[in-house]
C-alpha cells in the first residue's frame, strides 16, 4: 500500500495556530481593529441575510477606482482576483489564440487560458533581469498572439517592472492591436508601482486585489478594471450574478477607506523583512537569492546547488519548525525544483522563526542524504 503524499495545506490548516505562514504571500501586517469592526457590525445587523447589491457597493467601487489611479475606467467586483482572471480568459481568447507570458509565473493564469483552448508561450525568465523585456516580447509576437500577460510585480520571483519597461510593453499591445492582461496584485509593494492601462487605456484588463495589500485573502474579494465596453463584454462571464459576499465587501471597504494610515508601515516592515532573509540565507551554503531587490512580498530561495528537493524543505520546515514555505514545483515547468518561495509581509517574529529554521533544515536535510557511492 502506498504510503499518502504529505499534504502541506491540510497539516498547515490544522496547525494554523502554530504556523508561521509564508508560504502564500499573504500578509499578515495590516492592523486588524477597523476592519474586524466593520465585520461585527456587518454581523450584528444580520447583514448576511440578504443579497447584497448586485453590481457592488458604490462606495467601494469609487474606493477601488481612486485606489488604481484610473479615473477613466471601470471597476467591476469578483470573488478574488483568480476569479477575474478566469473570466477575462474565457471571454476574451479561444482556440488558437497564443498569450505571451512567462516561466516562471502564477501558472493558475496559464490554465484558465488553456481552458479556453488558447496556449502559452512561455520566455524563460530564470536569469536576469527576471522578467519580460519589451525586446522579448516583439520577437516573440506571431500570427496567433492575441495577449501579452504582465504581472507585476510577478509572482513567484517578487521582480518587478521599471516604469520605462511598463510603458514599452503598453504600447507593444497598443501598435500590434494585442490585448493586455495587467495583474497588480502586489502593486503596493512595488518601488515603483506603474499600470498599463496609463499607456493603453483601450487594450489594457486589470487585475487587482485586497487578498495581498489589505490582508483580506480568506475573504475572497477582488476584480478588473477595463473601459465601460470591454467590461461588458467580460461582464457575460460573471456567475456572481447576485453579488459578491456582503462581508468581503464590507471588510474591503473599511480596508481601502484607512488603507493611507497604514499602508507605507506595511511595505517598510515587508522590505525590512527581505533584508531579514537575504542575510540569513547568506549564512547558509549553496543556497541564493537571485532577485534584488524584491518589488512584492515574496522572493525566491534557490536552493538546487545543495542537491535537497524543494518538497523536502518545505514539509522540513513545517513540520519541525512550524515554518510554511512553499516548494517551486507550482510555479514553474522547467524550474520549480530549484526554488522555495517565501513570502514576508509577516510579524517580526515569524521572520525570528524563519532565521532558525532554514539552516536548521538544510542542515538536517544534508545529514539525511545518503552519502555519495564510491568511485
Same mark, same amino acid.
Given at each position: 500500500?502506498?504510503?499518502?503524499?504529505?499534504?502541506?495545506?491540510?497539516?498547515?490548516?490544522?496547525?494554523r $495556530?502554530?504556523?508561521?505562514?509564508?508560504?502564500?504571500?499573504?500578509?499578515?501586517?495590516?492592523?486588524?481593529?477597523?476592519?474586524?469592526?466593520?465585520?461585527e457590525?456587518?454581523?450584528?445587523?444580520?447583514?448576511?441575510e440578504?443579497?447584497?447589491?448586485?453590481?457592488?457597493?458604490?462606495?467601494?467601487?469609487?474606493?477601488?477606482?481612486?485606489?488604481?489611479?484610473?479615473?477613466?475606467?471601470?471597476?467591476?467586483?469578483?470573488?478574488?482576483?483568480?476569479?477575474?482572471?478566469?473570466?477575462?480568459?474565457?471571454?476574451?481568447?479561444?482556440?488558437?489564440?497564443?498569450?505571451?507570458?512567462?516561466?516562471?509565473?502564477?501558472?493558475? !493564469?496559464? &490554465?484558465?487560458?488553456?481552458?479556453?483552448?488558447?496556449?502559452t508561450?512561455?520566455?524563460?525568465?530564470?536569469?536576469?533581469?527576471f522578467?519580460?523585456?519589451?525586446?522579448?516580447?516583439?520577437?516573440?509576437?506571431?500570427?496567433?498572439?492575441?495577449?501579452?500577460?504582465? !504581472?507585476?510585480?510577478?509572482?513567484p520571483?517578487?521582480?518587478?517592472?521599471?516604469?520605462?519597461?511598463? &510603458?514599452?510593453?503598453?504600447?507593444?499591445?497598443?501598435?500590434h492591436?494585442?490585448l493586455?492582461?495587467?495583474?497588480?496584485?502586489?502593486?503596493?509593494?512595488?518601488?515603483?508601482?506603474?499600470?498599463?492601462?496609463?499607456?493603453?487605456?483601450?487594450?489594457?484588463v486589470?487585475?487587482?486585489?485586497?487578498?495581498?495589500?489589505?490582508?483580506?485573502?480568506?475573504?475572497?474579494?477582488g476584480?478588473?478594471?477595463?473601459?465601460?465596453?470591454?467590461?461588458k463584454?467580460?461582464?457575460?462571464?460573471?456567475?456572481?450574478?447576485?453579488?459578491?459576499?456582503?462581508?468581503?465587501?464590507?471588510a474591503?471597504?473599511?480596508?481601502?477607506?484607512?488603507?493611507?494610515?497604514?499602508?507605507?508601515?506595511?511595505?517598510?516592515?515587508?522590505?525590512?523583512?527581505?533584508? &531579514?532573509?537575504?542575510?540569513?540565507?547568506?549564512t547558509?551554503?549553496?543556497?541564493?537569492?537571485?532577485?534584488?531587490?524584491?518589488?512584492?512580498?515574496?522572493?525566491i530561495?534557490?536552493?538546487?546547488?545543495?542537491?535537497?528537493?524543494?518538497?523536502? !524543505?518545505?514539509?522540513?520546515?513545517? $513540520?519541525?519548525?512550524?515554518?510554511?514555505? &512553499?516548494?517551486?514545483?507550482?510555479?514553474?515547468?522547467?524550474?520549480?525544483?530549484?526554488?522555495?518561495?517565501?513570502?514576508f509581509?509577516?510579524?517580526?517574529?515569524?521572520?525570528? $522563526?524563519?532565521?532558525?529554521?532554514?539552516?536548521?533544515? !538544510?542542515?538536517?536535510? $544534508?545529514?539525511?542524504?545518503?552519502?555519495?557511492?564510491?568511485?
Amino acid at each position: 500500500m502506498a504510503i499518502p503524499a504529505f499534504d502541506a495545506f491540510r497539516y498547515a490548516h490544522a496547525h494554523r $495556530r502554530q504556523v508561521a505562514w509564508m508560504s502564500q504571500n499573504t500578509n499578515h501586517l495590516v492592523p486588524p481593529q477597523m476592519i474586524r469592526e466593520s465585520v461585527e457590525e456587518a454581523l450584528r445587523e444580520h447583514r448576511y441575510e440578504g443579497y447584497p447589491y448586485a453590481t457592488g457597493d458604490p462606495e467601494l467601487l469609487e474606493l477601488v477606482r481612486a485606489d488604481l489611479g484610473l479615473p477613466g475606467l471601470t471597476p467591476f467586483l469578483t470573488s478574488g482576483g483568480t476569479e477575474a482572471l478566469y473570466m477575462i480568459a474565457r471571454a476574451l481568447l479561444g482556440p488558437g489564440d497564443e498569450v505571451i507570458a512567462s516561466d516562471p509565473s502564477y501558472l493558475i !493564469i496559464h &490554465r484558465f487560458i488553456e481552458l479556453s483552448g488558447a496556449r502559452t508561450r512561455n520566455l524563460d525568465i530564470y536569469a536576469p533581469p527576471f522578467r519580460l523585456t519589451a525586446e522579448r516580447v516583439v520577437e516573440a509576437i506571431g500570427p496567433k498572439t492575441k495577449m501579452i500577460l504582465l !504581472i507585476d510585480p510577478l509572482n513567484p520571483l517578487g521582480s518587478g517592472y521599471p516604469r520605462s519597461e511598463v &510603458r514599452a510593453i503598453a504600447e507593444l499591445a497598443h501598435d500590434h492591436h494585442l490585448l493586455l492582461l495587467n495583474d497588480v496584485t502586489y502593486r503596493d509593494f512595488s518601488h515603483e508601482p506603474t499600470l498599463a492601462a496609463e499607456f493603453a487605456p483601450e487594450e489594457t484588463v486589470t487585475v487587482w486585489s485586497v487578498s495581498k495589500n489589505c490582508g483580506l485573502a480568506g475573504l475572497r474579494i477582488g476584480g478588473f478594471s477595463a473601459t465601460p465596453d470591454r467590461v461588458k463584454a467580460l461582464a457575460r462571464f460573471n456567475t456572481n450574478d447576485l453579488g459578491v459576499n456582503v462581508l468581503s465587501q464590507v471588510a474591503a471597504l473599511s480596508a481601502l477607506r484607512t488603507k493611507p494610515k497604514w499602508i507605507g508601515e506595511v511595505v517598510r516592515q515587508t522590505r525590512a523583512n527581505y533584508d &531579514r532573509i537575504t542575510a540569513t540565507v547568506a549564512t547558509v551554503a549553496d543556497v541564493t537569492v537571485p532577485v534584488h531587490p524584491s518589488w512584492a512580498n515574496m522572493t525566491i530561495l534557490d536552493t538546487s546547488a545543495t542537491g535537497l528537493s524543494p518538497e523536502a !524543505i518545505q514539509e522540513e520546515m513545517l $513540520r519541525t519548525h512550524g515554518v510554511f514555505v &512553499r516548494s517551486g514545483n507550482y510555479l514553474s515547468p522547467t524550474h520549480g525544483n530549484k526554488f522555495v518561495r517565501v513570502s514576508f509581509s509577516n510579524p517580526p517574529g515569524d521572520l525570528d $522563526r524563519f532565521a532558525t529554521a532554514f539552516p536548521e533544515t !538544510i542542515r538536517t536535510l $544534508r545529514a539525511r542524504a545518503p552519502a555519495p557511492a564510491a568511485a
